[in-house]
């Protein structure tokens, strides 16, 4: 059965249980059942003054404390209270329904009282016990992403190592006068190396993180030749703090895939690093193509480099990148980088 219906069931149920409990009480009280008209009016009226409560306590106020909300209804109860018996009394008169009398009006209160606690307290039980359960289920999804990313670490450290292994067995197979070549295959295990590390921590000095990206823009001069040239920016005191590791490359390759590489002039990659008191600044300008009118949140998610990048910023700090126009031509790519590296919990 639907999670829905199944509620709104239990509390017509509750409503009709406490309903021959309420005739019950005045059945022994006054020796006479109410009419059925009296009775649907009589829990119609407590249920419609009911919902608006349910909106305030469960959605308006469901981040409040539960001691909190404690309080807040023993303001809502005697309001409760005093509205229903007003409106109550006024359609049984007005209907010309029987309805307790004199003293015996204090019957009303009482129950009333009572059915409002019981009430709310069900739904109190009922909506912790659900969050509970919620809790307990994703305490269990996060227990089983835990153990498969365990894993895959382990998986990563296996396959990188092999590769290590590769490169060392090629390296040696080329001749001693391929001077180029050896130093590529060296740069190519540095980058994997790099990753296996990256894949390990979450901050890495800047000055690793930019000589990851040297070696990856050194190999890519290797296939561009002298359509791609590149220089880095960055101050001394800069190169010691931390950043997320691999967070400037897949917007550097980004650059050099949908920017550089579909002109036949090639083009020029600058990347700036600087600090305040606040935040490393870091900008990746290119000669490339540029925006070409395109939106800018289009081209967000064009390069799969600028739109994982900017999608990890936001999660870790709450802000992601900015593309502006690089002059003459070009894009420029800037994000901040928090020098206290707290995170987004």
């Not at 590769?163 to 740069?187: D, H, Q």
């Not at 600044?281 to 289009?298: H, P, Q, R, V, Y």
């Amino acid at each position: 059965m639907n999670i829905v219906k199944k509620e709104i069931l239990l509390i017509v149920l509750f409503y009709a249980l406490m309903g021959v409990f309420y005739q019950a009480v005045l059945n022994i009280d006054t020796g006479r059942w109410l009419n059925p008209m009296g009775m649907i009016i009589n829990f119609v009226l407590k249920g419609i003054l009911t919902l608006p409560l349910i909106w305030l306590f469960f959605k308006k106020l469901a981040s409040l404390s539960i001691w909190k909300k404690g309080g807040l209804h023993l303001i809502t109860m005697p309001l409760f209270t005093l509205i229903w018996i007003y409106g109550y009394y006024l359609l049984c008169d007005y209907f010309s329904l029987y309805r307790l009398q004199g003293q015996r009006v204090i019957w009303d209160v009482y129950l009333t009282i009572l059915f409002y606690a019981i009430q709310f307290g069900i739904f109190h039980v009922y909506v912790y016990s659900k969050e509970l359960r919620q809790q307990e289920l994703l305490a269990a999804e996060l227990k089983q992403l835990n153990a498969e990313s365990e894993l895959s670490a382990l998986k990563a450290q296996l396959n990188p190592h092999f590769l290590y292994n590769v490169f060392n067995t090629i390296n040696s197979a080329i001749p001693t006068t391929a001077k180029n070549a050896r130093n590529m295959v060296n740069e190519l295990s540095d980058l994997f190396r790099y990753q296996l590390r990256a894949s390990r921590e979450k901050r890495i000095p800047l000055e690793e993180e930019l000589e990851f990206v040297r070696k990856y823009l050194d190999l890519e001069k290797e296939r561009f030749g002298k359509r791609l040239t590149y220089e880095i920016v960055a101050d001394g005191a800069s190169k010691e703090l931390l950043i997320p590791p691999i967070i400037i490359q897949p917007i550097v390759e980004n650059s050099v895939k949908h920017g550089i590489s579909p002109q036949i002039e090639g083009g020029h990659i600058t990347i700036k690093v600087t600090h305040n008191d606040d935040a490393l600044e870091i900008s990746l300008c290119d000669t490339g193509k540029g925006i070409n009118g395109e939106a800018k949140d289009k081209l967000l998610n064009k390069g799969v480099g600028l739109s994982n990048t900017n999608e990890r910023l936001i999660k870790m700090y709450g802000t992601g990148i900015e593309l502006t126009e690089n002059k003459p031509k070009g894009l420029c790519v800037s994000f901040s980088v928090p020098l206290n590296n707290t995170e987004i919990e």
